[in-house]
């Protein structure tokens, strides 16, 4: 009976953890039903179950998404005084950018920072926000982030705000090189300005307005001007393309703001274990 049906304490435990292990629900609810030896040997439904889930995440939220945020970033701060975070106002003091590094990314940078490459994904969260990552290599050729923002648009505004508060957290210390999606690898045999003018006349493209703007560009992408530039291996932005991949598999984007957090971090903090492995 309804009346009867009850998620115990012990079980909201487990609820919560599975949860903020990435479980999906139907998984979830499949495991406790196999502990106790079958779906009728357990006091609640997989109704109850979600609708549990639903209550927590009205309860989180129930301060709205500003005093939330504030009070996850509080939480962060008394586990390590080092976390860094920064977020910016609009005119109606409402939180548009956010950006946040931990300790250990800060400190990952200090030693990896001198190539950085940076992304934006959509899709990671309930708003579609873009979601800016930035990522490097270690001594051991694996991921490591250096910091992380969430973006309200992709606008110049924004941008100039996020570079200026990431250099902040790290210091001030620029990194040598940078890989973004705007700045195309093309990688050729013969002589780069030679293949290029041959293509321009193949496909009769040489007044393509987006090309010649490209082209006053390539001392920053094209291979032929960048061979000495240290890219500690790198050519393209495929470890953001990775990571983002990573981010798919372990987000959903009907999370709110603090769960999106809380798997976020268990996404880094994969990466991290990487590291010791190594």
Avoid at 53 to 61: A, P
Avoid at 74 to 93: I, M
Avoid at 109 to 122: A, E, M, N, Q
Wanted: charged content about 25%; glycine content about 4%.
């Amino acid at each position: 009976m309804p009346s009867q049906r009850k998620v115990a304490a012990t079980y909201a435990i487990e609820i919560d953890l599975s949860h903020e292990s990435g479980l999906r629900l139907k998984i979830s609810y499949e495991l406790f039903s196999k502990q106790v030896g079958g779906y009728d040997n357990l006091n609640f439904t997989k109704q109850d179950h979600k609708n549990y889930l639903c209550t927590k995440r009205q309860r989180d939220m129930e301060h709205g998404e500003a005093a939330s945020l504030g009070r996850y970033f509080s939480c962060q701060l008394k586990e390590n005084p080092s976390y860094y975070f920064a977020t910016q106002l609009d005119c109606k003091e409402l939180i548009t950018n956010i950006f946040w590094a931990d300790a250990r990314m800060i400190i990952d940078y200090s030693h990896f920072g001198d190539v950085i490459t940076f992304d934006t994904t959509y899709s990671t969260n309930r708003d579609a926000r873009p979601l800016g990552v930035f990522l490097g290599l270690n001594h051991h050729r694996e991921t490591v982030v250096f910091g992380v923002a969430l973006l309200y648009d992709e606008t110049i505004e924004s941008f100039v705000w996020l570079f200026e508060t990431f250099l902040e957290a790290i210091f001030e210390k620029k990194p040598i090189t940078i890989f973004t999606d705007q700045d195309a690898t093309i990688s050729a045999e013969i002589k780069f300005l030679t293949a290029w003018n041959e293509m321009l006349d193949k496909y009769d493209v040489r007044e393509n307005k987006w090309l010649i703007d490209l082209f006053k560009l390539k001392e920053k992408w094209a291979q032929a001007y960048v061979k000495r530039t240290f890219t500690a291996g790198m050519k393209t932005i495929q470890l953001n393309e990775c990571f983002n991949a990573d981010l798919k598999d372990c987000l959903c984007t009907d999370l709110n703001i603090v769960e999106f957090f809380t798997h976020f971090k268990r996404v880094v903090n994969q990466k991290q274990d990487k590291e010791l492995e190594a």
